[in-house]
């Protein structure tokens, strides 16, 4: 569950938090920093999830497999993907009198620069493990997509084996974010090896792309990129996104936003739309430019979640049915 508040970047600072990066914490953090940040706005969050409601909106049918606990939280978490749309498989955990048990809960901190920066405590999200997802699940779907946190779960390692062993079986798309530079670098031999053997599809924003390739520019790391078999999309704010194939590297503007209240969730938008894109037949650049203007809708506002529908979106862009 996002707790999300404004703040200034001295902020940051007192509290030990890196700007534009996700840190995990403890429960007992988010305590301090709710005490410190006096929360705005309360809403459901996740990567996976937000791509799943993206989805949704767009008029697809995504199912989300995640962990909660038995907690009030944990019920608002399940009630608000149903509500939109989202078939919700979660692990229900018991909350115990062990904090850390609690359904994770994650303080994003927006800055002026509409920049926002996570704490993230894991809670019952971190016991997922390798039998959450239904037998022949990812082989009803035309896409999986996952992230690189997710290989910071204690059974992460067993639970990406056995859904890229499906998706293999099964000839399901996999698609995979980089989530966050830190990620990237606890985790870059998996996250490597996942990029240059399963990954179909893959979303990184700029620090991200450069963290995995290690390139001194964004453009170097499409290059770096370049591989059969692979779609890489890097998002770069404002500045749009380039689309990586092996064939080329095409350059997609942004979408104009109404205003940029908050960057969370604009990651996640902008995946959405693109792999609903994807899945309707459209080529790349043209999955982007969706992907694009759902990222336009969710950061002119506060929180990582649509707040109209998109489905409109894609009838503009000719992929609704």
Avoid: W
């Amino acid at each position: 569950m996002d707790h999300l508040a404004f703040a200034g970047h001295e902020a940051l600072s007192a509290l030990g938090l890196r700007h534009g990066t996700t840190t995990l914490v403890d429960v007992a953090t988010t305590e301090r920093i709710a005490q410190a940040l006096a929360p705005v706005r309360q809403v459901s969050g996740g990567s996976e999830a937000n791509v799943a409601v993206g989805v949704a909106s767009l008029g697809g049918r995504p199912a989300f497999v995640g962990a909660v606990a038995d907690d009030p939280l944990g019920k608002a978490y399940a009630a608000d993907l149903e509500a939109a749309g989202v078939r919700a498989l979660l692990q229900v955990h018991p909350a115990g009198a062990d904090p850390e048990a609690a359904t994770g809960r994650c303080h994003v901190i927006v800055t002026p620069d509409a920049e926002r920066t996570m704490a993230t405590a894991l809670g019952a999200a971190a016991r997922l493990d390798r039998g959450a997802c239904p037998p022949g699940l990812v082989g009803t779907a035309g896409c999986v997509f996952l992230d690189a946190y997710v290989l910071d779960l204690r059974d992460g390692g067993v639970l990406v084996e056995r859904v890229l062993e499906e998706a293999a079986v099964a000839g399901t798309t996999v698609a995979f974010g980089l989530a966050d530079p830190l990620a990237v670098e606890r985790h870059r031999a998996a996250v490597e090896a996942l990029v240059a053997g399963p990954v179909e599809v893959l979303f990184a924003n700029e620090a991200e792309a450069l963290a995995l390739t290690g390139a001194p520019s964004l453009e170097a790391a499409a290059e770096a990129l370049r591989r059969p078999g692979l779609v890489a999309f890097l998002t770069r704010g404002a500045s749009g996104a380039l689309v990586v194939t092996a064939a080329r590297v095409v350059a997609v503007p942004a979408a104009r936003a109404e205003r940029v209240v908050d960057a969370t969730g604009a990651g996640d938008l902008f995946a959405a739309g693109a792999l609903f894109g994807l899945a309707r037949g459209a080529d790349p650049a043209r999955a982007a430019r969706l992907g694009a203007s759902c990222a336009a809708e969710v950061v002119a506002h506060l929180g990582g979640r649509p707040e109209t529908a998109l489905a409109q979106l894609a009838r503009r862009a000719g992929l609704s049915r």
